[in-house]
Nanobody, 130 residues
């Protein structure tokens, strides 16, 4: 199982980036797939995920309206379009997969995803700075 994230970089506040995650060793639609990030000195933060069961999408409050997750099953690739980037978005971004069904009270799906990760890859650095 491999997840390879790419697309990070150094950008100015307000800019956009598109992260990609190439997946191999498993079928994308069979797993919940998503992104988390980790800033220096901080813990992991779930950013977004897509449910394998019905394609429902979940976002952390701090990225709602700015980030968009998508997947291309034919290419076995997951994307994270990040718009209106802020300095506080600076972190290493990782794509990850979980096989645990997201059957939890509404609003807790991303938390379960983060607590039940089966695999994640090397991250890609995103730095937002003027």
């Amino acid at each position: 199982v491999q997840l390879q994230a790419s697309g990070g970089g150094l950008v100015q506040p307000g800019s956009s980036l598109r992260l990609s995650c190439a997946v191999s060793g498993f079928t994308l639609e069979d797993y919940n797939i998503g992104w988390f990030r980790q800033a220096p000195g901080k813990g992991r933060e779930g950013v977004s995920c897509i449910s394998s069961s019905d394609g429902s999408i979940y976002y952390a409050d701090f990225v709602k309206g700015r980030f968009t997750i998508s997947r291309d099953n034919a290419k076995n690739t997951v994307y994270l379009q990040m718009n209106s980037l802020k300095p506080e978005d600076t972190a290493v971004y990782y794509c990850a997969a979980s096989g645990t069904p997201l059957v939890v009270p509404i609003g807790h799906e991303l938390t379960l995803f983060m607590n039940a990760l089966d695999a994640w890859g090397q991250g890609t650095q995103v730095t937002v700075s003027s």
